[in-house]
C-alpha cells in the first residue's frame, strides 16, 4: 500500500512541535535546585517539603541596572538561575538598560523568541534572516518588537536620554551568545586563522580585536 507523504507531514510536525520549546512540565511545581550535582536537561526538583514563596519572587528588574561599561548597557536576567520557581515553565524576562548611544551587541538567544516591551527612551531595533535581510525600527515607549529564535539581532539607544525594556522569552533559559565575544573572546580561542580569512583582515587586526575581548581574569 502507499502512503502519501503529503498526508504525513501534518503528523509529523504535530509530533516534532514539543521539541521546538522548553519540556512541559508533568507535575505542578519543579523548583530547580540549583544546587544538585545531578546533570539533567534543566534542573532536577526541589524536595515539596522545600519549597516557599521565595522560589518564585524576584526583585532585581525593579531599579536601572549601571550602563558605565564598554557597550553603555545592561543586562538582568530574570530566569530560572534567578527564579528557582521557573523550571520547567518555559518562560523567562530580562530588563536592559542603555545609557545614550548605549549598545546590546549582536547576539542570539539559540533556545528562545525574545519580546521587548519600552519601559522608556528611544531605541534602533533589528534582526537579520538567513537571507541575510535587515528587519529594523525604531521604537519608544510602550512599543513592542520581536526578534525570532536563534536570528542575529541587536538594540541601540537613539536618544539623548537613557532607555530600558523588558525582554520576554519562551524559555526558562534562552542563553545567549554575543558575535564579537563568542568569535574574539572564547576560550580556547578561536585560530587567527580562521578569522583572518572568515572576515579578510590581517593577524595584527584579528590580535587586536581579540585584545579588547578577552574576558577578564
Same mark, same amino acid.
Given at each position: 500500500?502507499?502512503?502519501?507523504v ?10 516534532? #512541535?514539543? /521539541? ?11 523548583v530547580?535546585?540549583?544546587? #544538585? ?20 519572587f524576584?526583585?532585581?528588574? &525593579?531599579?536601572?541596572? &549601571?550602563t558605565?561599561?564598554?557597550?553603555? #548597557? ?7 538561575? @534567578?527564579?528557582? *520557581? ?12 542603555? /545609557?545614550?548611544g548605549?549598545?546590546?551587541p ?17 531605541l ?5 534572516t538567513?537571507a541575510?535581510?535587515?528587519?529594523? @525600527?525604531?521604537?519608544s ?21 537613557p &532607555? /530600558? ?10 542563553g ?8 574574539? *573572546? #572564547? ?7 580562521v ?18 575581548? &578577552?574576558?577578564?581574569?
Open positions: 500500500m502507499k502512503v502519501c503529503s498526508s504525513l507531514l501534518p503528523l509529523f510536525f504535530l509530533f516534532l #512541535s514539543p /521539541a521546538l520549546a522548553d519540556p512541559d512540565l508533568l507535575q505542578d511545581l519543579c530547580a535546585d540549583l544546587n #544538585s550535582t545531578v546533570k539533567v536537561n534543566g534542573f532536577p526538583c526541589k524536595p515539596a517539603a522545600a519549597v516557599n514563596e521565595t522560589d518564585f524576584f526583585a532585581g528588574l &525593579a531599579n536601572p541596572g &549601571a558605565n561599561n564598554t557597550m553603555g #548597557s545592561l543586562v538582568t536576567a530574570a530566569n530560572v538561575e @534567578k527564579i528557582p *520557581g521557573l523550571n520547567t515553565l518555559g518562560v523567562s524576562l530580562s530588563r536592559i538598560d542603555y /545609557a545614550p548605549g549598545l546590546n549582536p547576539h542570539t538567544h539559540p533556545r528562545a523568541t525574545e519580546m521587548v516591551f519600552v519601559l522608556y527612551g528611544t534602533d531595533v533589528g534582526f537579520i538567513t541575510n535581510k535587515l528587519i529594523s @525600527k525604531t521604537i515607549q510602550g512599543e513592542i518588537f520581536v526578534f525570532p529564535r536563534g536570528l542575529v539581532h541587536f538594540q541601540r539607544n537613539s536618544g539623548k536620554v &532607555a /530600558a525594556v523588558i525582554a520576554a522569552f519562551n524559555s526558562q533559559l534562552p545567549t551568545q554575543s558575535i564579537a565575544a563568542t568569535l574574539f *573572546g #572564547s576560550t580556547p580561542s578561536v585560530p587567527d586563522a578569522l583572518t580569512k572568515a572576515f579578510q583582515v590581517g593577524t595584527k587586526e584579528v590580535e587586536k580585536i581579540k585584545s579588547r575581548l &578577552a574576558p577578564k581574569k
